[in-house]
């Protein structure tokens, strides 16, 4: 099978891929949202499962998350494994007791009698101008509650090796997608992303971070959109003599503090850089965690993350409020 | 390079209905330069004005040269890429 070694998926592909063997492998795993069965995904999520699997099993949904969220919750607990869309992660507002009070606390609640075998599937992120109603990623807003498993892939390889994962889980998963990542026509996808995968299935487990490129000076933990910013900056940093290490979280819940507290120690320094709201979020834990851990190690810290602002739609305006490259070397040179 | 006559030439081989551009633009490309494929296999995604299409191998062999790389536009009956026959 030639194709096996030499082929590359772009994100959404990959996603699709393991949902698609996941699906072919048991009855139960379906999928549910809006515009997911005839447009395949307005992210290209679904592209190709109505045409193989039909109508029962990739179901579009009325516009009322509380009502397919609650039903997918229900449907797991009854042992089926349903793998339910949220357009944005933005909408999450209209549903959220589903998600946060039924989801993710239903297997406490009954004292372990019932699993809640389902993923949440949610687009998130910004850099295209659609505001501040549907450019937020809210990492830190699910990774605060428990119960839930929350992981962003950031590649086509961790896309599909996440997605085996999640689906496999017993637990509720909640999987976010940067829309910025999935290779959509409109919506170039930075060179990265997009990477060989292989045919046959694996998982990537939770919990463990991807260290993307090994350094010596500086450790810039991050996930999703900006791990390939992160990279860029380092080949710049590179070119001044600073040697990064970066590192893909690819999940926030559960944290591999493990990974991170050990770049630190050997790098003295920590650059954390988030797409989500600064205040209460991603950075601060990150931060927090190897402080507890190993206070002594840290030299010097910077965080990068969304000013607590509404996402402006103005491209300039965006583009100031959303750390870049640029951005993230600055950071990591303060730390020198 | 010898043996060029019998590269096969990648096009875009049924040009998608409903549309009224004679212009499209290579999306993706799933195989580099130099890569083995299958006939069959998926080579790119190209887009006509909004519609995603697929292009495959014509032919078992290796991709010797890509001529529309990502984001180029091309017109119809464009030549994408050439495939070097096993």
Redesign the interface.
Known sequence: MAETIDRELTMSRAMVEAIATEMRENDEVFYMGEDVADYGGIFDSTEGLREEFGYDRVMDVPISETAYLGAAVGAAQEGMRPIAELMFVDFFGVAMDQIYNQMAKNTYMSGGNVSVPMVLTAAVGGTYNDAAQHSQTLYGTFSHLPGMKIVVPSTAYEAKGLMHNAIRDDDPVMYMFHKRLMGIGWMPAPDGPKTPVPETDYAIPFGSADVKREGEDVTIVTLGLHVHRALEAAESLAADGVDAEVIDLRSLVPLDTETVVASVEKTGNLVVVDEDYQSYGVTGEIIASVAEESLGALDSVERLALPDVPIPYARPLENEVIPDAADIETAAKRTQ | MSGESDRVAVTLGEWPEDTDSDEG?V??????EG????EG??LC?V?VE?V?VDVHAPA?GTLDEIVCG??DEFARGDTLAWLEPN
């Open positions: 633009v999306v993706n490309w799933f195989v580099r890569a083995t494929v299958d296999a998926d995604e887009q909004k995603s078992a990502e984001d």
